[in-house]
């Protein structure tokens, strides 16, 4: 070896050596700091990270100690409380995260004004165009959209009988596509997001799109996308990091994005055509109605066409998916639970009889249907881990300090499966929604919609359209497997939403 190499190798040593201790260092003060701090702040307790990236490692390293995936976080999230407790925080990356467990910690955090806003993400930034929209928005930019929103909805009706009746089409028509395939197999999951997001045209545009219609299609299958692709970008929302290595699917949310823009454009002018002040009959006419007001009276605000798009976004991307998913998974327990379904069959003939369809005014009284519902909404967790709050300044959530800018994380999961709230949580049984008295009851103990300021906006909508949607069906047709034998498969797809896998399933005529 000639002498300069030595040199060399002993440099390289050196500048080995030097980081290392520098690493040291660092992570000793980090340490130091992190236990400082929060015997200072009196955080929720928690894992301890490394600088930079928190505790990944220890989640990989305790995902490979107990079997449970990170692919579906909740479980392992679910799995910590043992450790640390229904409240628990931790360094993910560089955030710090604090994870809800428990139905008294959720509501008592998302009343908290402090507690509203939504975490930043580069990857959720790409669908908001100009706008700020509702659902991705924080402050006052918020408020007023979700005011206004709200407004419009109880002024063209939604929630009331007329807008019920559009309901009450739209589960025509499913069922009618249903009896198109004569009793052979099918894909639910081809139809049940058609069903959904024409209830959303009937509350944006005031129309409804035939199910074959190319562009209706076409829009569907760019939301379906969106929601795919968030739900896979989701991590980049605590390690920033993540986002240089997210190259492909940020490209190709840009492009369906400006394309899904483009279209809802196209609908807006088409629809400014025949728009009439004096009858204002969807949200988009209250809107439209609204921007110019605006412009009339010279006054900023947040109600303009930036936002107008980004809300209508917004709504299919919130009201689409997640109805329809709740719908597939409530197919899949009937065909599971043949016992259920006689129920639920025997309680609509009883109730409703065969010469007339469900109505909402049926609904006190058909009290297993309802449980039905409720107890899928609980056993599946449509939403797992709800969607994410961002503290606003320094608060509290029972007796520890939340600092300004941590991540909230509802783990709705943990709640739906907790055995002491719910006896034997992994049993499917509709009953337990049922009081001594033949009542509904717990039922504002299943949160699928979340709570509080910012709960969504289309509970109502939602749960008039999973009641029609679902009676009517089984009003009409026995749900039944493809074969007998098929082992059918209730573990999800985690997405925003916890969607079933695709499955065919038979809708066979009732006599
Ligand atoms: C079964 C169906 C649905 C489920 C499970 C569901 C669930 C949720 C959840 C968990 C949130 C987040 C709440 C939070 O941040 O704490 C949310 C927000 C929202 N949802 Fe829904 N949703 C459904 C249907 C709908 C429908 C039909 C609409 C259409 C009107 C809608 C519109 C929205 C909007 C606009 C937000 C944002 C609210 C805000 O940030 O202030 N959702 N939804």
Redesign the pocket.
């Known amino acids: 070896m000639h002498f300069s190499d030595a040199i060399q190798q002993l440099l390289d040593l050196r500048v080995f050596l030097i980081s290392f201790l520098i690493c040291l260092c660092v992570y000793e003060f980090y340490d130091w700091w992190n236990v400082k701090m929060s015997s200072l702040m009196n955080l929720p307790p928690g894992p301890w990270g490394l600088p930079g990236v928190g505790c990944i490692p220890y989640l990989f390293l305790a995902s490979y100690r107990t079997g449970l995936p990170l692919s579906e976080p909740h479980l392992l999230l679910t799995h910590l409380t043992e450790s640390y407790g229904k409240v628990y925080s931790m360094y993910v990356g560089s955030k710090l995260l604090v994870f809800l467990n428990s139905y008294s910690s959720i509501r008592d955090a998302?009343q908290n004004r402090f507690i509203s806003d939504?975490p930043y993400s580069n990857i959720v930034e790409k669908l908001g165009g100009k706008g700020e929209g509702?659902?991705l928005s924080s402050g006052s930019p918020?408020i007023e959209q979700?005011r206004f929103?709200l407004r419009a909805?109880s002024r063209f009706g939604l929630g009331k009988r007329r807008f019920e009746d559009q309901v009450l089409m739209e589960a025509g028509v499913l069922v009618s596509e249903c009896f198109k395939y004569g009793g052979k197999a099918f894909n639910p999951d081809i139809l049940f997001p058609k069903a959904?997001s024409n209830?959303?045209c009937s509350?944006i545009f005031g129309k409804r799109f035939d199910y074959d219609e190319p562009k209706f299609e076409r829009l569907l299958h760019i939301s379906k996308r969106q929601i795919e692709i968030i739900g896979t970008g989701v991590v980049a929302l605590y390690v920033p990091l993540v986002k240089y290595f997210q190259g492909d699917i940020t490209q190709e949310l840009v492009a369906i994005t400006t394309e899904q823009r483009e279209e809802l454009n196209k609908f807006i002018t088409e629809h400014k055509e025949n728009f009439d002040p004096d009858n204002l009959d969807s949200y988009l006419d209250v809107y439209l109605s609204e921007i110019e007001k605006s412009k009339e009276n010279g006054t900023e605000s947040e109600v303009n066409e930036d936002n107008l798009i980004c809300?209508i976004r917004?709504?299919f991307g919130?009201?689409t998916e997640?109805?329809a998913s709740?719908m597939g998974w409530l197919m899949l327990h009937m065909m599971e639970y043949p016992e259920v379904q006689t129920r639920v069959h025997q309680e609509l003939d009883a109730v409703v009889g065969r010469n007339r369809m469900p109505r909402m005014s049926d609904k006190p009284d058909l009290v297993y249907t309802h449980a039905t519902i409720l107890e899928v909404q609980r056993i599946q967790s449509?939403?797992p881990l709800?969607?994410p709050?961002l503290s606003s300044q320094k608060t509290s959530i029972g007796d520890f300090e939340i600092p300004a800018g941590t991540i909230v994380v509802?783990n709705v999961w943990a709640i739906d499966h907790d055995p002491d709230v719910w006896p034997d949580p992994w049993r499917f049984d509709p009953n337990r929604f049922i009081s001594e008295d033949g009542g509904i009851f717990r039922e504002e103990e299943v949160i699928?919609?979340?709570?509080?300021r910012?709960?969504?906006?289309?509970?109502n909508?939602?749960k008039m359209?999973?009641f029609l949607f679902f009676s009517h069906l089984l009003h009409q047709f026995t749900i039944k497997k493809v074969d007998k034998m098929t082992k059918l498969d209730f573990k999800g797809v985690v997405g925003s939403?916890y969607s079933p896998r695709p499955f065919e399933m038979i809708a066979d005529k009732r006599e």
Do not use: M
């Open positions: 998302f939504r509702i659902n918020w979700r929103t909805f959904t209830v959303l509350v809300t917004e709504i919130a009201g997640s109805s709740t449509i939403g709800g969607f709050h509802p699928p919609f979340s709570l509080g910012r709960v969504c906006l289309g509970e909508l939602a359209e999973l939403t």
